[in-house]
């Protein structure tokens, strides 16, 4: 029996070698297809979360999360409770004027008589409908800023050709939003179909009950079981309105998710280029070590430890202590004490009190107390040396 061996280096024109069961096929001879993956392919993909400033931003345009579904099953609670609670009045307030009306529409025939009728319609609609409409209308006011906040946006309403483009139309009609919004539409039909169906079911034998009830008593029952199946609707609407919610915010945090190179952009606008950063320190740097190397010619004295560290210091009447007008380390201090021989500015040599200096006080400040013996004496002695000059 034999094998068929493929050339690594096979093409349309590669020859098929045969291989004896004495001599194997060797496996390294098959060919392996190569994965070769390009890395920055995936440089733009969104999987990083956003940023502060990327939320802010989106603020700004009116892009939050807000889930109307909400605002509707508070809406319809809070309309429905109100009219529970106010159900009495409402009914008094138009029975009362329904009584009123059909006993005087025949001496209201009159343009006086309809104009007065038609100002008591009008007040009678803002008894009983005007504190339902203005309950609703603070609940969904404090809802919508329960869910975004304070937010005025006005980019929403600005004209946009591209919205006018029949294909850009379509492809919101059919975008992957309008698909599931168009599902959560007929899953909220069936789900509230469904308790509506259950409710009803035993509650329509005893509709025919109500051939033996007067007006006022088919009312309130009417009016019972009109609340019940409402506030067990408006329950099933709430609990997909929390979920609903809960996917909007989901879904726009999906919507402002940011590649890596988006986000190195925004660090580089709000923080500035890291490389312009660096050299803007280093020029700053540069700036005040030059501003420091300029006060040591006015230094009284350079006290070192003698090779790694220099500190200058200067003192005239009038000051709390000694100042610390510049130090140093290695080459800094190197450069301070060569400027200082430049300057024939006395250097004197001493360790801990060259340490002590360097490590408490900062370019610019004061000598601290426990140091004020210490360099005391070190001044007293510039000083001598300074007289014995002059003489």
């Given amino acids: 029996m034999k094998c068929t061996r493929i050339s690594p280096f096979h093409s349309k ?46 603020r700004k345009k009116g892009q939050v999360a807000r889930s109307q579904e909400l605002n509707t099953a508070f809406v319809l609670l809070i309309g429905f409770l109100i009219l529970r609670i106010l159900w009495e009045y409402i ?7 329904t009584v009123y009306l059909y006993g005087h529409l025949a001496q209201s025939m009159s343009t006086e008589g309809i104009s007065e009728l038609f100002i008591g319609i009008m007040i009678l609609l803002a008894k009983t409908v005007m504190p339902v409409m203005f309950a609703i209308l603070i609940v969904g006011m404090g809802i919508n800023i329960f869910q975004v906040g304070l937010v005025v946006s006005t980019e929403k309403l600005e004209p946009k050709l591209e919205n006018l483009n029949p294909i850009n139309g379509f492809g919101r009609i059919f975008s992957k939003r309008s698909l599931v919004e168009l599902c959560k539409s007929i899953f909220k039909i069936i789900v509230i179909g469904f308790f509506l169906y259950m409710y009803l079911k035993d509650e329509i034998p005893y509709l025919p009950q109500f051939i033996f009830f007067d007006l006022p008593q088919s009312l309130a029952t009417a009016a019972d079981i009109i609340f019940t199946m409402a506030f067990q609707v408006v329950g099933v609407i709430m609990v997909m309105a929390i ?23 925004e660090y580089k606008q709000v923080e500035g280029d890291p490389q312009i950063k660096g050299k803007i320190k280093q020029k700053q740097r540069q700036m005040a070590m030059q501003r420091m190397m300029s006060e040591v010619p006015k ?53 801990p009190v060259a340490r002590a200096l360097y490590e408490a006080v900062d370019v ?28």
Avoid at 327 to 349: L, S
Wanted: net charge neutral.
């Fill in 13 to 58: 024109h590669s020859r098929l070698e045969q291989c004896a069961p004495e001599n194997p096929c060797p496996l390294s001879l098959v060919p392996f297809p190569s994965f070769v993956f390009d890395l920055q392919r995936f440089d733009g993909e969104k999987t990083e979360e956003p940023t502060e400033k990327k939320r802010q931003d989106a």
């Fill in 91 to 97: 009914y008094g307030n138009i029975a009362e004027y």
């Fill in 243 to 265: 979920a609903d919610y809960a996917y909007q915010t989901w879904q726009t945090t999906q919507d402002l998710m940011m590649s890596k190179q988006e986000v190195k952009d």
């Fill in 299 to 351: 230094a009284d004295v350079i006290v070192t430890n003698p090779t790694h560290l220099a500190v200058a210091l200067k003192y005239s009447k009038g000051m709390i202590a000694p100042t610390v007008v510049a130090k140093g380390q290695d080459r800094v201090a190197e450069r301070i004490k060569q400027i200082a021989r430049e300057n024939r500015v006395i250097i004197v040599e001493n360790k």
């Fill in 364 to 391: 610019g400040g004061v000598v601290p107390a426990e140091l004020y013996q210490a360099v005391a004496e070190i001044i007293a002695y510039v000083y001598r040396i300074k007289h014995r000059t002059a003489a």
